[in-house]
C-alpha cells in the first residue's frame, strides 16, 4: 500500500523558519507537492515538484518557500522562511506515483504567532 507520512509541523513565530518533509519509503513519485487549508478556507496548493525539477509556487509563498526532492524522488522538502500569521493551516503532503496514483499525507499543523 502506497502511503507517505509528513512531519515538521509546529508552532513558531512570525519571520521564523520551519520545515516540512513528506517520504513514501519504497516508492518513487512523479510529483510530489503540498497543499494547506485553513480554518474555514478552502483547499489551496502551496508548491509542487515534477519530476524532481519543475516547481510551482502559490503566489502568496513565492520567495518565501522552496520545495525539493531527494534524489529517490520519494521524500520531498518544504522550507518555509518568513512565515506570517496567515500560513497558519494544516499542511497535506500529495504525491503521485509514476502510476499516476495519488496519495495524500495525514496532515501537519503549522501555526505562526504574531
Known amino acids: 500500500q502506497v502511503h507517505v507520512v509528513e512531519s515538521g509541523g509546529g508552532l513558531v513565530q512570525a519571520g521564523g523558519p520551519l520545515r516540512l518533509s513528506c517520504t513514501g519509503p519504497?516508492?518513487?513519485?512523479?510529483?510530489m507537492g503540498w497543499y494547506r487549508q485553513a480554518a474555514g478556507q478552502q483547499n489551496e496548493l502551496v508548491a509542487s515538484i515534477v519530476n524532481g525539477v519543475r516547481t510551482d509556487y502559490a503566489d502568496a509563498v513565492k520567495g518565501r518557500f522552496t520545495i525539493s526532492t531527494d534524489s529517490a524522488k520519494n521524500t520531498v522538502y518544504l522550507q518555509m522562511n518568513s512565515l506570517r500569521p496567515e500560513d497558519t493551516a494544516v499542511y497535506y503532503c500529495?504525491?503521485?506515483?509514476?502510476?499516476?496514483?495519488?496519495?495524500w499525507g495525514q496532515g501537519t499543523q503549522v501555526t505562526v504567532s504574531s
Open positions: 519504497g516508492t518513487t513519485f512523479r510529483m
Open positions: 500529495y504525491a503521485e506515483t509514476v502510476w499516476y496514483k495519488a496519495v
